[in-house]
């Protein structure tokens, strides 16, 4: 499959935290030909092997994290509107407008849109003031609460952007969930490429992780689970290139290639892995830039401190509007990120034993 067409389907697929089953069946389906063995977990991880050329090599784990910020069905009115909670941190201006996408229990999706109340009936006070979730509802079109659960929805369905992926021009491209459907199409990438390739010196362990926007407690359990020596996680980042951003407050911009992370809220990357990848881009050729400290937190930060602690880094692809129903992609930093990560993984067994 293309990347673009991948990422699509990944991108459109729902999927916010606790709810990412569509997500997780199609990496399963894409991964699991190519892969030496699969694993679930309880709390919905998927896990995809790629055996050493030998036994006791060295784990290396890469992560990327299915779910995506959305909301929950909460309440439904009598009249019929929905009220939402929140699933990951959204920025509540954003909302009002907004085109949502509910999946029920029976996988039908029912597509609503938040309601606003009219510019010409605001008070100057309302006006002035954002509205916050809690004002907000969603408007599926239905007159009752019998009409809504008629279509099948009840509290606890989840709901996410009902945006399609879409072409900008021939290098960029929009859509919703770029965090982290970006992180999992490089991945499934990366686990098809090896597939192909001799046996490395380690054993490469993708895993597709839940809960990142929920404390990131599906990283936590996953990297228990495979135990690795050092780790990568990729991830979609922050870029802010846009007007009224000053230099200082820009952590990434888009077109200057994959970020590397020296440290953000929650995690110092290992400097070694850093020094690594930054090598590894030079030899390559490769553009990169580092993301601006201290910015954002990400699935490093628990898979860092499992155990007895993990050398662990990042590389993201720079995303506009991130945690927004669009975000922006250059298709030119993911390829070069997926260039990155890959001459990264075939060097892996030097790195993670300290040669450089
Ligand atoms: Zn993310």
């Not at 697929?13 to 894409?30: L, W």
């Not at 784990?61 to 941190?89: K, N, Q, W, Y």
């Not at 495979?226 to 820009?250: G, H, K, M, W, Y």
Request: hydrophobic share 40%; net charge negative.
């Amino acid at each position: 499959m293309e990347s673009m067409e991948l990422l699509k389907k990944l991108s459109e697929a729902h999927g916010p935290s606790g709810y990412e089953d569509e997500v997780r069946e199609i990496i399963r389906e894409v991964v699991s030909p190519f892969a030496d063995e699969v694993k679930g977990d309880a709390l919905g991880n998927l896990m995809v092997w790629r055996h050493a050329s030998r036994k006791d090599a060295p784990v290396l784990l890469i992560d990327a994290h299915m779910d995506e910020v959305g909301f929950v069905v909460s309440h439904v009115e009598t009249s019929g509107f929905l009220r939402l909670a929140p699933i990951g941190g959204w920025d509540e201006r954003v909302l009002p407008g907004m085109c949502l996408q509910v999946c029920t229990r029976e996988r039908k999706k029912i597509v609503g849109v938040i309601g606003t109340t009219p510019p010409h009936i605001q008070s100057s006070d309302e006006k002035r003031n954002p509205l916050t979730l809690e004002q907000l509802f969603l408007d599926v079109g239905c007159g009752s609460r019998d009409e809504v659960f008629a279509l099948g929805i009840r509290i606890g369905d989840s709901v996410v952007p009902a945006e399609s992926f879409k072409t900008l021009s021939s290098n960029v491209v929009s859509g919703k969930a770029f965090d982290d459907r970006i992180g999992c199409a490089l991945l499934v990438e990366l686990m098809t490429f090896l597939a192909d390739q001799p046996r490395l010196g380690v054993e490469v362990v993708a895993l597709f992780s839940t809960f990142e926007e929920l404390n990131a407690r599906g990283a936590m359990v996953g990297a228990f689970t495979v135990n690795p020596a050092a780790a990568l996680v990729l991830e979609a980042t922050v870029a802010a290139d846009v007007p009224s951003v000053p230099e200082t407050r820009c952590p990434t911009r888009l077109g200057e290639g994959p970020a590397l992370t020296l440290m953000d809220k929650y995690t110092h990357c290992h400097p070694r892995l850093v020094r690594a990848l930054e090598a590894t881009a030079q030899q390559n050729n490769l553009p990169y830039q580092f993301k601006r400290p201290i910015f954002g937190g990400t699935n490093a930060a628990r898979i860092q401190t499992t155990r007895a602690g993990v050398a662990t880094a990042i590389v993201s692809v720079p995303c506009r509007y991130i945690h927004s129903p669009s975000s922006i992609m250059r298709i030119a930093d993911y390829e070069h990120t997926k260039q990155l990560v890959t001459a990264f993984v075939l060097d892996a067994e030097q790195w993670i034993r300290g040669e450089e």
